[in-house]
């Protein structure tokens, strides 16, 4: 069977430093792979997704980047964080991109 | 691009009674509707979806109905326990922005079950 995993389960960073959130899928091969934020608010809105290695799609132009160095691999950066990034970040993976299984989660919180 | 309405924001049922979130969406051309449980502090979790193909899907105590025509779906929770409370999103599988496709959400329904 599949399982995600990300870490941190959580990470407490200053503004202007730098970020770097890991998603790993096993039991699969070429999965699409996601990133989503999930504000207060509860909403769910894609950042970026990701087909196969070093294919990036960009949703949202923001402060944020995203590498997919190897198959089953998701990696989420920033060079320097704002306060707005703070939230809950989701990493999903698909087989063909619609059924999608969600990761764990990892709780940012920029002070 | 896709947008998708979800109705009510916050459902508060008695244990045993039933619940039902429903959403709307924008694009005739979307054809897939999943809905996601998600409990305090933890990823979203796929409970059910429906194909654009059928009017009806069951599994156990849920069930999901598609309105194509009326471009609505709808979950149905029967026989509500208190380990249901949680908040539930429903998507839709459509177009974005020229030809790529992507699940859109709706905002969330955050259902509580009272014992």
């Known amino acids: 069977s599949q399982t995600i995993h990300q870490w941190p389960a959580t990470l407490v960073q200053p503004v202007g430093s730098p970020l770097s959130l890991e998603c790993t899928v096993e039991?699969?091969?070429?999965?699409?792979l996601y990133w989503y934020r999930q504000a207060a608010g509860r909403g769910l809105q894609l950042l970026f997704y990701?087909?196969?290695?070093?294919?990036i799609s960009s949703e949202v132009p923001q402060n944020l980047s995203a590498s997919r160095p190897q198959d089953r691999q998701f990696i989420l950066s920033s060079k320097k964080l704002l306060l707005s990034d703070s939230g809950f970040y989701l990493c999903?993976?698909?087989?063909?991109?619609?059924?999608?299984?969600f990761g764990p989660g990892t709780r940012l919180t920029v002070t | 691009g896709e947008n998708v309405e979800q109705h009510p924001s916050t459902l508060s049922v008695q244990e045993g009674d039933s619940a039902v979130i429903k959403c709307t969406y924008s694009?005739?051309?979307?054809?897939?509707f999943p809905w996601y449980k998600q409990e305090l502090g933890k990823g979203p979790q796929l409970i059910i979806d429906?194909?654009?193909?059928?009017g009806e899907k069951k599994d156990q105590r849920i069930a999901v109905t598609l309105n194509k025509t009326a471009k609505h779906f709808s979950l149905h929770i029967t026989e509500t326990q208190p380990e249901d409370s949680a908040v539930y999103f429903c998507?839709?599988?459509?177009?974005?922005?020229?030809?790529?496709?992507?699940?859109?959400f709706g905002k969330g329904t955050l259902l509580t079950v009272n014992p």
């Open positions: 999903a993976w698909s087989p063909h991109g619609r059924e999608q299984y």
């Open positions: 039991g699969t091969s070429n999965p699409n």
């Open positions: 990701s087909v196969g290695i070093g294919q």
């Open positions: 429906i194909r654009s193909n059928v």
């Open positions: 694009d005739s051309a979307s054809n897939y």
């Open positions: 998507a839709a599988w459509g177009v974005s922005g020229g030809s790529n496709y992507k699940l859109t």
